[in-house]
């Protein structure tokens, strides 16, 4: 609590403990006015809605990754087969492009704004554009433990590929035009990022953390406003014990996550070995992060644009992006372990109940890559979402923007943003939004 000479206080006076900000109210013996707080958390009617963007580079197979029909009935290529039982909460979007994609290098120039549409510096400088995942960190950080977890399977390619850095093939999410947000590459790290702190959010009462600067404020202020101080850190106790009556009936209002804590054992140092293993558990991360509310927004790197995992649990001992130039079964059998991850993640969070609905039901995943498929083509770009978007998004559907005037990748992002609060009259490239999504 900081404090100015005579007993007046520059700024609005507030109560301070681990991890834990308190406004005060007015009170006579201080001048306690100033600025207000940045928005407090409040008790929510509804469960929050999450983001997650999963990525993998190159494509997919140029004859396998198609979706057609509505409803139950959508048939799937073979590349999305592991999402057959959620073809009535998808929406398969065909056509969309970065017009700034089409121009530089193939690769790094097709990833580096496949969230944010900007124009990508050459040279090896670095200059891209904030993307459309930290947008919604920005807006929604402050509620979570962690703004956003940002999880990779391959390490960043530090080269330099035909004049542009393939830094920018290493990220999708920036959280300004020359910082691309940090990527985590180890699950035990990304795990003691949501656990690690012992006061961490959820653990502990907000009253119980500016219980002793509330003692020592309580002695510097008059007689009558330590009465009006107890009056109102006793609203405060019973406004937690609501809440926390709710959130043990089950109610939606005052909703809490339906995990305090972590139900899986913390994953051992270092990177797995076995890439499925380094996958699983990353999707198992976002889950988590998710189910105990550490964060609503996360992005899951797969693999690099112009990778070079290889991956011997299938049997396959050949570099990503030679595989990707194949086109064969063995690219087709990668293409659907990566969509596999995915559906794993759709699968966790439709078994969390919340209320009425499920956690599938108040997110929003989406699967996207860089290019359709080995052979570069950026100009049709593939996107899939899956989930409901607290009610915000209709399933069944597969919707095709090739023939139409708008075919602006982030004119979806226009309308991802306004699905979760923020309305921009621009991002990127566009003005427009996709209505039908």
Known sequence: MSRSTGHSFSRRTFLRGVGVTMALPWMESFNVWGDQSSPSSRSESRAPIRL????????????????????????????????????????????????????????????????????????????????????????????????????????????????????????????????????????????????????????????DAVLGEADRFRRQISKSDRQKLDEYLNSVREIEQRLDRAGKQGELQGWRPTLDGPNIARPADGIPQNLAEHMKLMCDIVVLAFQTDSTRVCTLKLNNDHSYLQFPHLNINVGHHELSHRNDADYLKVNQSFFEQFAYIATKLDAIQEGEQTALDNSLLMYCSSMLSGSHDATNLPCVLVGGAGGRLKGGRVLEYRDKPNRKMCSLYLTLLEKYGIAQEAFGDATERLVEV
């Open 52 to 207: 997650a963007v999963l990525f993998s580079g190159n494509g997919f197979h140029s004859g396998e990754f198609w979706a057609e029909g509505e409803g139950a009935d959508i048939k799937l290529g073979q590349v999305l087969s592991s999402l057959t039982p959620f073809r009535e909460r998808m929406v398969f979007i065909r056509g969309l492009f970065n017009a700034e994609a089409l121009k530089g290098n193939i690769h790094s120039s097709q990833t580096g704004n496949l969230l944010s549409g900007a124009p990508l510096a050459s040279g090896g400088e670095i200059h891209s554009g904030t993307s459309f995942d930290q947008l919604i960190a920005q807006q929604y950080g402050h509620s979570t433990k962690v703004p956003s977890l940002v999880l990779g399977c391959e390490r960043s390619n530090p080269g330099i590929h035909k004049n542009y850095s393939m830094l920018y093939s290493s990220h999708i999410s920036w959280s300004s035009p020359t910082a691309p947000t940090p990527l985590e590459l180890y699950p035990a790290l990304a795990f003691d990022r949501l656990f690690k702190d012992s006061s961490q959010r959820g653990d502990r009462s907000v009253l």
